[in-house]
């Protein structure tokens, strides 16, 4: 379903992208309480480790936003899961390409 | 029915075969740092190790530095993973590939090793006030001995083998205890992986044939809530780390059909008392273990715990072994179930090459029922930016500790007496004129 999906939104996958970007960091802020302002996180700042710092405890409350926002369920043994962490983008367009709502 | 992973049973014979394979493969040293994130491949190490008079080092957190004073404490230690890559500062041993080969039925009971309860089976450690982790032994009776307790006090069938599914890692005292020694020592099985997001959780149990045990946390029940996911039928949750607000208790035992107890332990004592949340805020204790207050503080011994043990939080008894917890001694810091000190935090942020002074406070004033508290510290570092300290900091202390947020200031706001209020500290993260913060 989530494919058939994706293939529709193509055309405009990179505005929706990127307006998902913005929209993730302000709610990625809100919900961890982090100090930095939205705006000044980078689409392609890591956000484990050394980039954004986050850790585990903040992906499982990332993960709980974008199940209540985006109706999408996280899965850690989908081989995906590294790269969606990877960055703010990379989380974006995983949720794009699999959110219902 | 030993394990099981991604659902498929794993017998006792390919277990005895694995753990000589792994005993072989560990060498003549007697420490092993098991690092093994497959809770299957973390048993089949400690059991390796325990057949052959080995010593499991469990220590609270990896980072370099507790790597460095780990080679100190024993020079001997290898690491057993089972990750390709492991930048673990220790002799690597890799967790034996291929299959084992499974000896026949009459080998079989000739081929189960025998322990002696007084066997030295493990090492954990905390963070002492002074920098330096603080080792507790842990023989191989004691710890059987708590667990057979756990096993009664969590209503466990003695005739009955139930599949444990666990979201907690096997190295934390409370994933050793629940998720590897209970079902170990009680005929249960175990399961290999370690869920994460409430869809896998709700896919592991699934996976996992009933009876079927989730022993997990706060925070991961919190999530598993929140997912608006169909959660399994699961037969009992336990749950431990932090307690659980009544609210929360409630609403798992409702949606998921099922008894929710709790667990109250420490590193230093291993779990020593149980509750039904949605039935009591009291706390059981184990049969042999009594506390004592002794000058405002609570002291755990008897039983498997033995010699009298200081338990870090605000204790209240109110029976011969019942109590209630008001939260944690000032000092305490418990991060999902990772725990440390102000006074170790700060001797690590003041060690960092530049900070000149520094100083850790709760983001909290009580320790709420917030899910999560974090720790924030004020820094006098002239030379050093936030990132810089970050990355020293990150070397020294686990991540959960890392400070949100870390605040630059030109002093710390001491009395005259020179004392550092932890409400001082709060108000001047609070009403920053122009923070520099570690993000």
């Not at chain 2, 973390?42 to 460095?68: D, Q, Y």
């Not at chain 2, 444990?164 to 629940?178: K, L, S």
């Not at chain 2, 930016?385 to 002093?411: G, K, Q």
Request: overall charge neutral; some cysteine.
């Amino acid at each position: 379903m989530s494919d058939n999906v994706s293939s529709l939104r193509q055309p405009a996958d990179s505005a929706a992208v990127a307006a998902l970007t913005r929209e993730l960091a302000g709610l990625i802020v809100a919900a961890l309480n982090l100090e930095v302002p939205a705006a000044d996180i980078g689409p392609d700042q890591p956000l484990y480790g050394e980039g954004l710092g986050l850790d585990s405890i903040d992906i499982l409350e990332i993960a709980l936003v974008v199940s209540k926002q985006y109706g999408v369920q996280l899965r850690a043994d989908s081989e995906d899961n590294e790269r969606i962490f990877a960055s703010l983008r990379h989380l974006a367009e995983y949720v794009n390409a699999h959110r219902t709502k | 029915m030993l394990a099981y992973r991604a659902g498929t049973p794993i017998l006792a014979g390919q277990f005895l075969a694995e753990v000589a394979a792994a005993s072989a493969a560990l060498g003549g040293g007697v420490n092993v740092l098991n690092v093994c994130t497959d809770r299957y491949r973390f048993a089949v190490g400690l059991a390796a190790a325990l057949a052959s008079g080995k010593v499991s080092l469990l220590p609270s957190t990896r980072t370099p530095a507790v790597i460095a004073h780990l080679k100190r404490f024993a020079p001997d230690a290898v690491c057993l993973t089972d990750e390709d890559e492991c930048d673990i500062d220790l002799p690597l041993v890799r967790f034996p590939g291929g299959s084992a080969s499974v000896p026949g039925a009459a080998s079989f009971a000739a081929r189960v090793p025998r322990i002696e309860a007084g066997q030295r089976a493990a090492w954990v450690f905390t963070s002492g006030s002074t920098g330096t982790p603080v080792p507790h032994e842990k023989t191989f009776g004691g710890l059987l001995e708590c667990i057979s307790v756990q096993a009664q006090r969590l209503g466990l069938d003695p005739g009955v083998s139930y599949a444990i599914v666990a979201t907690v890692p096997a190295q934390h005292m409370y994933g050793f205890e629940a998720s590897v020694l209970l079902p170990l020592a009680s005929g249960n099985a175990l399961s290999a992986e370690r869920p994460f997001y409430p869809a896998d959780i709700c896919a592991a149990l699934a996976r996992a044939p009933r009876p079927r045990v989730l022993i997990t946390t706060p925070i991961h029940l919190r999530a598993l809530m929140g997912a608006n996911a169909p959660i399994p039928d699961t037969d009992l949750i336990v749950s431990a780390t932090a307690a659980l607000s009544g609210q929360l208790a409630s609403e798992v035992e409702q949606r998921c059909r099922t008894r929710l107890l709790e667990i109250y332990g420490t590193t230093e004592t291993g779990s020593i008392a149980a509750r039904r949340t949605t039935e009591t805020p009291e706390w059981r204790l184990w049969p042999e273990v009594t506390l004592e207050a002794r000058a405002g503080e609570t002291w755990a011994r008897g039983g498997h715990v033995g010699q009298p043990t200081r338990l870090c939080d605000v204790i209240e008894v109110t029976g011969r072994d019942r109590f209630l917890l008001h939260g944690r001694v000032a000092d305490l810091v418990n991060i999902a179930g990772k725990r440390s000190s102000l006074a170790y935090l700060d001797h690590q942020l003041n060690s960092i090459p530049g900070v000149l002074d520094g100083a850790f406070f709760h983001c909290d004033a009580a320790g709420g029922d917030a899910a999560v508290t974090r720790v924030g510290a004020c820094v006098v570092a002239p030379g050093l930016d936030a990132a810089a300290i970050a990355a020293e900091l990150r070397r020294r202390i686990d991540p959960v500790f890392l400070p949100r947020p870390l605040l630059l200031v030109a002093s710390l706001p001491r009395t005259s007496t020179g004392k550092l209020p932890q409400e001082a500290l709060r108000s001047l993260a609070a009403t920053p004129p122009k923070p520099s913060t570690a993000g």
